[in-house]
């Protein structure tokens, strides 16, 4: 029935209308095919970019992971680069020794092998059977450093398993010869201390490795042949120092121990001409063969360069740094410093602030005359230093303190430098300033010391003092070298010839007159410095020093002696002067050096 007004359909309105439901449902299933389409596709490039990122960016890390899981490797260790001193002399090198592994998953009779290898490497039954059974690693490490006749009878032994590869042990031809600045290796070769540790990135060299297929459980595989990946060999380092200097400095310096009964002796010996270190000597020492690596204390105490390291009051020997501060400042004009022909007062009692300071002259009952700068420096007269400090003022002595690297780290190339103690210039008071000018009341390391008086007779000029003069290959290949590197001007260079002049009289004239050489022109300074402990002087204990340097019209040399608590005798005049002379004396004989004057 058709309602009124609704036309019947027709034959042509239903097929119109299956037409239409037909499109309808072609267009659903198009976009829902293109729908699937596009799903697979996206799929197929998400699978496909994270292909790509596995094969090209996870490359480099996969590969390893690959590698390591198809083979088992027993490392091939490098030959740690050999160091030697300016002219070639061997300080430390290499003995060939052999390491012994075991690949527990390979190992097929667990009680022969411990029996033998127990024997053979004189190591208990139980602890080798340990190490052969642990399967947590792929390799453990049996014995290092082994000999080679231990090598030889793993070989013979045909046990499965069990490996050796080539090892290197530390070798110092000259046992204790320049100790704390060479340094020493771990067991691994490792460098630890000294230069050993400090330039260990170019001793260590890379390793290499045997490597074997085996299959998931790491068994070695049948018929498998093994692949060699060598080591890559250390660079070798050519030092600064010279041997027969160091052997000098060393042997005086060690009778001078012993007879003086002394706590510790030491010397540095530079280049003025550009900080180059030709020497440095610690004693009490010890064998770098041998260190006592049963007994850390002992060993972090014999093991440390005190040179650079370590601080202390450096008594007379700082009025260089005083008189070269008052010079420049009387060249440039400044009406508060001392002309070299202002005559200082004869000997007397300074007070300042409330502190009494004397000449050491008063203290043995003694006087001297009016003294010019030179005579201050011969006779090392305290209140004459004080004048000169307290006359150029906090801020102009403390400017040359700066210039002269007090209160800074040298930037010598060794770890555990210390940058001495200096009383802030804010908070110095005048007796804190007065003390300074001859020595007291400021802390240095004999380095920074021995650098700031080569300065002041060198032209007044500051390099960077340094340890390594290259880097380089056995072919001869240099990967580095260093050049010398002024880092700034302290005085002026007539200053600082008028000042190596005064202070050749010192050695000619003065108190240093026991470093005095017969036809060679030596400058010096002697130190005498008593020791605080807890705040307070401490009764009967001095630093004996000697601050010297040849020839004094163009010094090549220098060196700073210190003797620390000497029995008897304790003055730098009669303990450290000598010792100076001698030294410089034995340079003067191993290097063929002509008088410069008859």
């Avoid at 022969?112 to 059974?133: H, M, R």
């Avoid at 010391?449 to 960077?464: D, H, K, P, T």
Wanted: charged share 25%; glycine share 8%.
């Amino acid at each position: 029935m058709w309602r009124h007004g609704q036309q019947p359909m027709g034959c042509s309105d239903k097929r119109r209308l299956t037409i239409k439901h037909t499109d309808f449902s072609l267009t659903v299933l198009r976009k829902r095919l293109f729908a699937v389409i596009a799903a697979i596709a996206f799929l197929f490039c998400v699978f496909l970019a994270r292909f790509l990122y596995v094969q090209v960016f996870w490359r480099q890390t996969l590969l390893p992971l690959a590698l390591d899981q198809w083979t088992r490797e027993i490392p091939v260790n490098p030959e740690r680069g050999k160091i030697f001193d300016r002219n070639g002399e061997l300080l430390a090198g290499n003995e060939t020794r052999y390491s012994v592994y075991a690949r527990a998953s390979a190992v097929q009779d667990v009680e022969k092998t411990s029996s033998v290898l127990s024997a053979l490497l004189a190591l208990p039954y139980e602890e080798v059977k340990k190490l052969i059974t642990d399967r947590s690693r792929s390799e453990v490490t049996i014995l290092r450093q082994a000999e080679k006749s231990l090598a030889e009878g793993i070989e013979g032994s045909g046990l499965s398993g069990v490996y050796y590869a080539r090892d290197n042990r530390r070798f110092y031809p000259h046992g204790a010869l320049a100790s704390q600045v060479l340094g020493f290796t771990a067991m691994g070769n490792e460098g630890t201390t000294g230069l050993e540790r400090y330039y260990d990135d170019f001793l260590k060299g890379e390793k290499g490795e045997i490597l074997y297929e085996t299959d998931l459980v790491g068994k070695e595989l049948e018929g498998s042949a093994a692949a060699y990946l060598p080591a890559t060999d250390g660079y070798d380092l050519r030092l600064t120092l010279d041997y027969r200097i160091q052997t000098i400095a060393e042997e005086v310096m060690g009778r001078t121990l012993e007879s003086t009964q002394a706590k510790a002796a030491r010397c540095v010996v530079l280049d003025p001409s550009d900080f180059s270190v030709l020497a440095m000597v610690n004693l009490p020492s010890y064998d770098l063969n041998e260190p006592p690596r049963d007994d850390m204390a002992t060993l972090n105490a014999l093991s440390r360069n005190n040179l650079l390291s370590d601080v202390y009051e450096p008594g007379s020997t700082f009025k260089v740094i005083t008189a070269a501060a008052d010079l420049e400042e009387w060249k440039k004009g400044n009406g508060g410093a001392f002309s070299p022909d202002y005559i200082f007062p004869s000997s007397r009692t300074r007070a300042v602030d409330g502190t009494t300071i004397k000449c050491w002259s008063d203290h043995k009952n003694g006087k001297h005359a009016n003294l010019d700068l030179a005579g201050a420096l011969n006779n090392s007269c305290n209140p004459c230093f004080v004048d000169m400090a307290l006359s150029l003022g906090k801020e102009t002595f403390y400017s040359y303190l700066d210039a002269f690297g007090f209160g800074g780290a040298t930037g010598v190339d060794f770890f555990g430098e210390a940058t001495g103690l200096l009383v802030p210039e804010g908070k110095v008071r005048d007796c804190d300033l007065a003390r300074i000018g001859f020595g007291q009341s400021v802390a240095v390391t004999p380095l920074q010391l021995a650098c700031a008086a080569a300065s002041a007779v060198n032209g007044g000029y500051y390099y960077r003092p340094h340890l390594l003069a290259e880097v380089f290959q056995d072919d001869g290949y240099i990967l580095q070298r260093t050049e010398k590197e002024l880092l700034r001007r302290t005085v002026s260079e007539e200053t600082s010839r008028l000042l190596a002049s005064m202070l050749e009289g010192v050695v000619k004239d003065g108190s240093g007159k026991n470093a005095y050489i017969e036809g060679y022109r030596v400058g010096g300074k002697t130190g005498t410095a008593q020791k605080y402990e807890n705040g307070l002087i401490a009764q009967g204990k001095y630093v004996s020093s000697f601050l010297g340097f040849f020839p004094a019209d163009a010094p090549r040399y220098l060196a700073l002696v210190i003797v620390d608590e000497p029995q008897g005798s304790y003055y730098g005049s009669t303990v450290s002067a000598p010792c100076a002379k001698e030294i410089f004396q034995g340079i003067i004989d191993a290097m063929d050096i002509a008088p410069f004057e008859v």
